[in-house]
């Protein structure tokens, strides 16, 4: 690098020292006008070095650069579209992940439903239940009120019997038959219900 660096100072070196050669030497008229309108000798040389100068200069400075700023170029345009490529990437899977969300909500809230559904039949189930076991209770306890109720009219008209019987034969003061004994039962009842 220092070597380019030197190679493109020598045109200018050269440049400065012939134009101080110049101010050296006599400042005649002749001088002047040969200084101020160069021979075409000279005119010719001096292009050759300008386009030498040029050449030099694009073959180590400008095509060495360019390649330079052309990769960086490249580089930039690389990271560039790899940035927009994750940027993508990204927001595909930002959108994945609210998707995810609101299908994870949704079947919460189903879920959330379902089981209230559950628990409403459930509930019915068990009210069903509860007033099946309750009309059975009732019914139950009705029949064994029935029950227990003709049992004790049975009960109370067996001992009225036995009581009229005990009565009669006190009354009548002999042993009273399964004849006497109905019709005084019949009469008894009778009287009572009136």
């Not at 990271?79 to 998707?99: G, M, V, Y």
């Not at 969300?101 to 409403?120: F, G, P, Q, Y």
């Not at 038959?177 to 019949?186: A, G, Q, V």
């Amino acid at each position: 690098m220092k070597k380019r660096r030197l190679f493109f100072l020598l045109p200018i070196l050269f440049c400065l020292t012939s134009c101080a050669d110049a101010i050296r030497s006599e400042l005649n008229a002749d001088a002047l006008k040969d200084k101020l309108i160069p021979s075409w000798a000279s005119f010719v040389i001096q292009l050759a070095a300008l386009l030498v100068l040029i050449l030099i200069v694009i073959v180590f400075a400008y095509k060495p650069i360019k390649k330079i700023i052309n990769k960086r170029k490249d580089y930039i345009e690389n990271e560039i579209k790899e940035a927009e490529k994750s940027k993508a990437t990204w927001q595909e899977n930002e959108l994945k992940s609210k998707e995810t969300v609101l299908a994870s909500n949704r079947t919460a809230a189903d879920i959330v439903a379902e089981a209230k559904a559950n628990a409403e039949v459930e509930r019915q189930k068990i009210l069903d239940q509860a007033a099946k076991d309750a009309e059975k209770m009732k019914k139950d306890a009705e029949n064994d009120i029935a029950r227990m109720e003709v049992e004790a009219q049975e009960q109370i008209k067996k001992e009225m019997v036995a009581v009229a019987l005990d009565a009669s034969k006190e009354l009548l003061g002999r042993e009273v038959t399964s004849e006497d004994n109905n019709r005084l039962l019949e009469e008894f009842i009778e009287d009572i219900k009136k």
